[in-house]
Nanobody
Framework: QVQLVEAGGGLVQAGASLTLSCVASGGTFSSHVMAWFRQSPGKERESVAV????????YYADSVKGRFTISRDNTKNTVYLQMNSLKPEDTAVYYCAARRSAIITITPNLYMYWGQGTQVTVSS
């Protein structure tokens, strides 16, 4: 059983930066694909970024390409989401998710473990 705890959300102005972190415990972190999803009111949960188990592959949603960077430190059991040039439309609850697999996927239902979420609010 893997537990995930996110941190780093907050209220910022458009154009600012934030770094989210997600610490995992209870499993072999390096065996898991890690992802960040987000969900805003009235919308479906969407994939933001995914990183392979050995930091060798990444995926980004088109809406965040060039602004967000996902990374992981397997020695610290932590995955990060560096968010630059934030826009009001990035406002959402951001969730960390883990999948014990070597295959990257953006489908939420294929992730077994989820954090509690952290709120990111970007004001205009």
């Amino acid at each position: 059983q893997v537990q995930l705890v996110e941190a780093g959300g907050g209220l910022v102005q458009a154009g600012a930066s934030l770094t989210l972190s997600c610490v995992a415990s209870g499993g072999t972190f390096s065996s898991h694909v890690m992802a960040w999803f987000r969900q805003s009111p009235g919308k479906e949960r969407e994939s933001v970024a995914v990183i392979g188990s050995n930091d060798d592959r990444t995926y980004y949603a088109d809406s965040v390409k060039g602004r967000f960077t996902i990374s992981r430190d397997n020695t610290k059991n932590t995955v990060y989401l560096q968010m630059n040039s934030l826009k009001p439309e990035d406002t959402a609850v951001y969730y960390c998710a883990a999948r014990r697999s070597a295959i990257i996927t953006i489908t939420p239902n294929l992730y077994m473990y989820w954090g509690q979420g952290t709120q990111v609010t970007v004001s205009s």
